[in-house]
């Protein structure tokens, strides 16, 4: 069974980063496989956190050693290229670990931050949303994933050739490409997806939150399935988990790290670390369509 929790920064006072060191330590000794940097609104769906995610993730991968960590992001309000840079670091450096959440919640608070020129009819966020993914994977995509060669009794750093422009152009973003970053280990870090949060997209999520009965449906579409749990309802989603229903819990409510600890000690680690997220989980590497262009 897969255990999964978000965390995120405290009121911000003078203690907020070391009570959240404090509380990765603990979600790293629970053994969590995956742990989301999202907070929940009153409604339950997920959020960005108070901090910007691909900020939080670099400096909190040093307390979560083991698990997936996940970047909640502002879908309608983040850049492609900025994202795509962000995560392919990130994922580097945790050795294939990264996974991004792009998130249309929170939307007035940032549209407050970033201005009116933001501002998006609501009829346009799910279209904005994905193509901010298929946008940033395009990016991700302008390197073939043996480019870097880093060979120094050569001197050779990369095969030109194996990096390319990609020429993406979306209803609202338009990219030439290429990132200048290598393509993540991953190919593409892991895409996470609060089915509370998008409805109607047309991109599947490697990994998808939500109900019993969204997770069911159509817009799982293949994912691993984790159900949106609380102390409450605890007992009733582990019973659907050994159903088959789903493959794993994701925590919520004010005592989700008690929850977490308890539920270890019932259940071993699914996953074993040291392998990527994608390996982990049994998915396959994204395969490159501008690769299969350039071989054609």
Do not use: C
């Not at 997770?215 to 309802?233: C, I, N, P, S």
Request: aromatic residues 6%; glycine residues 10%.
């Amino acid at each position: 069974m897969y255990l999964s929790i978000s965390i995120d920064v405290p009121a911000r006072d003078g203690t907020a980063f070391a009570q959240l060191g404090r509380l990765a330590d603990r979600v790293e000794g629970a053994a969590a496989d995956f742990v989301l940097l999202a907070r929940a609104n009153d409604g339950g769906a997920l959020e960005p956190g108070r901090l910007e995610a691909v900020v939080t993730l670099p400096w909190i991968t040093r307390r979560l050693a083991t698990p997936v960590v996940v970047a909640a992001l502002p879908a309608l309000h983040s850049v492609p290229f900025h994202i795509a840079r962000a995560l392919s670091a990130a994922d580097f450096l945790t050795g294939g670990r990264a996974g991004w959440m792009p998130l249309l919640g929170g939307g007035a608070r940032f549209d407050a931050a970033y201005g009116d020129v933001y501002h998006l009819p609501s009829a346009d966020a799910v279209a904005k949303h994905d193509d901010f993914i298929r946008a940033t994977r395009a990016l991700w995509d302008s390197w073939d994933q043996d480019a870097l060669i880093i060979d120094k009794a050569s001197g050779a750093y990369l095969d030109s050739a194996k990096v390319r422009r990609v020429d993406y152009r979306g209803p609202f973003f338009k990219t030439m490409g290429p990132l200048n970053a290598a393509r993540p280990p991953q190919g593409h870090p892991l895409l996470v997806r609060d089915l509370d949060d998008v409805a109607g997209s047309a991109i599947p999520a490697d990994v998808v939150l939500g109900g019993v009965d969204q997770v069911a449906g159509g817009d799982a579409r293949g994912a691993v399935r984790l159900l949106k749990t609380t102390a409450a309802t605890v007992a009733q989603a582990e019973a659907l988990v050994r159903e088959g229903r789903a493959e794993g819990l994701h925590l919520m409510g004010a005592d989700a790290i008690d929850l977490l600890e308890a539920l270890r000690l019932r259940h071993a680690r699914r996953s074993a670390p040291g392998a990527t997220a994608r390996a982990r989980l049994g998915l396959d590497m994204p395969a490159n369509p501008y690769s299969k262009k350039v071989t054609a």
